[in-house]
């Protein structure tokens, strides 16, 4: 309004400036009204402002957007930038997980769950008396995780460290009992205070059966993999018209069950040590594996229906799971027939290992009658 007004006192004297002038001064006078009309500010935001610009650039064009942030005040604004950077924040992450030193995190498929311990439980023995049956009967328990091979550490690879050891351990949860199996433990004079040095508490499974059986068993194996091996009588006695049996021969020396479980008594309680009969484990494995299970302080998970007869073997297999085609059942070395040996050299061998059975059943407190 005050444009105008002083734009009509000036018309009278605007004869008198040439037309040049007159286009400036309503140049001029357009841009007071214009001012009056638009504070400062109004339009152009201040370099101080954090909100986001309303203005872009898109190659040479410029043009105002309408946006949200542009209708809102400053305020609203600023809660709107902080309300979207939050619900970014929530939302989940799949693709880049990233550790404390930045670098990325493996993808959620390639996590490992549990940790490599070492074994709570170990089946220590004995060779030919029925431990892989043992060992793949109770990995049916969903808290029984178990080293698929003999690691021989106690024995053989004692000087690579209890870590290597636990390197060859499944991963377990806390819940899960670890356990590996090396029959030869049995009869090996260091096991035992080699076992005690690495934890006082591992629980100690022995699967024994009928010695002379074993050593035929034994005998079996080795002649499978040997042809030219001597007889079973050549070996097993230093001469055989006096009954003297030659005790140094490995399949004879396992046998003699109380000898090696007097080294044993040395290191652990007998309560830590549990005696699975190798005859029962084929005739009723259900019931053996109850006892194992209870021995192990698991529930009893693995029970009657998970096993069937094999004629054919001559030995328990395992029924086949829902997901597979086929019952389970143990390698062929396992169930296979015996050589025939002389009925004699039977009667000799079980005269010799009478004595030591006795004291051997004296010792667990159970008759294996194995007469």
């Known amino acids: 309004m005050a444009c105008v007004l002083l734009f009509g006192r000036l018309l009278p004297f605007s004869h008198r400036l040439r037309g040049t002038s007159i286009c400036l001064l309503s140049l001029f006078l357009s841009y007071l009204f214009y001012c009056a009309l638009f504070p400062d500010g109004a339009i152009m935001q201040t370099s101080g402002d954090p909100t986001p610009s309303c203005q872009r650039a898109d190659g040479a064009k410029r043009r105002l957007q309408k946006s949200l942030s542009c209708l809102l005040p400053s305020d609203a604004r600023l809660s709107a930038v902080e ?9 989940p992450h799949f693709a880049h997980h990233t550790a404390g030193n ?16 070492l074994p709570n439980a170990i089946i220590v023995g004995v060779k030919k008396g029925g431990t892989r049956a043992v060992l793949e009967f109770i990995r049916i328990h969903p808290d029984v995780r178990a080293a698929g091979t003999e690691t021989h550490f106690f024995d053989r690879n004692y000087d690579r460290g209890l870590e290597w050891y636990r390197g060859l351990m499944p991963r377990t949860l806390e819940s899960q009992i670890t356990m590996e199996k090396t029959p030869s433990y049995f009869v090996t004079k260091e ?8 934890s006082q508490d591992t629980k ?3 699967v024994v059966r009928d010695p002379v059986t074993r050593a035929i068993s034994d005998y079996t194996q080795t002649l499978s993999k040997t042809p030219d091996l001597p007889s079973f009588q050549d070996l097993a006695f230093r001469n055989q018209s006096l009954g003297i049996v ?12 109380a000898l090696h479980l007097e080294n044993w008594l040395h290191y652990f309680p007998l309560a830590q040590i549990h005696f699975v009969s190798g005859e029962r484990l084929i005739t009723d494995p259900a019931g053996e594996m109850a006892r194992v299970q209870d021995f192990l302080g698991l529930k009893r998970i693995v029970t009657d229906k998970h096993f069937y007869f094999n004629r054919t073997k001559g030995f328990p297999c395992l029924k086949k799971p829902e997901s597979s085609g086929s019952p389970r059942c143990l390698g062929k070395s396992k169930g296979r027939t015996h050589v025939q040996i002389d009925r004699d050299a039977i009667e000799q061998l079980r005269d010799f290992y009478r004595p030591y059975n006795v004291k051997f059943y004296e010792m667990v407190g159970h008759d294996f009658k194995w007469e």
């Open 83 to 91: 309300a979207s950077r939050l619900k970014a924040d929530q939302r």
């Open 191 to 198: 096991t035992p205070h080699r076992i005690s040095t690495m």
């Open 204 to 206: 100690l499974i022995v």
């Open 102 to 117: 930045g670098t990325p995190s493996p993808p959620m498929s390639n996590l490992k769950f549990g940790n490599k311990k």
């Open 246 to 257: 030659d005790m140094s021969w490995n399949a004879i020396r396992i046998g003699l069950y």
